[in-house]
């Protein structure tokens, strides 16, 4: 994917995020993004859309077996979390400084 055309997204790693849509649908409990995959527009989120996935013995995993892990839900599914306000919000990004900054839309806080 060129550069020109990257899509811009508002969740960055390490973030809190609710999910708002699917299996693991739950508004009021925020869970951390572990990984965030631009190309594809997909996040990696701390408990939620867990797969079984089967392994074959390895160097490091001698035993193999089924290994429970978290597989990407798309980005469009969470929403980022307001701890001011304890709820989802929308975002906008400022400049500040020649920085961007992203504010929340309901209680007006800077996210760190």
Excluded: C
Aim: proline share 4%; net charge positive; hydrophobic share 35%.
């Amino acid at each position: 994917m060129s550069n020109r055309f990257k899509p811009k997204y508002n969740i960055k790693k390490g973030d809190k995020v609710v999910v708002i849509a699917g299996d693991d649908k739950d508004l009021k409990k925020p869970r951390t993004v572990l990984q965030v995959i631009i190309d594809k527009g997909r996040v990696v989120v701390e408990g939620v859309n867990i797969v079984s996935k089967h392994t074959k013995p390895s160097a490091t995993n001698t035993k193999g077996g089924i290994v429970k892990v978290e597989a990407p839900i798309h980005i469009s599914n969470v929403q980022l979390w307001d701890a001011k306000t304890g709820a989802a919000a929308r975002i906008k990004r400022t400049r500040d400084n020649g920085k961007l900054v992203r504010i929340s839309k309901k209680s007006g806080e800077a996210i760190k």
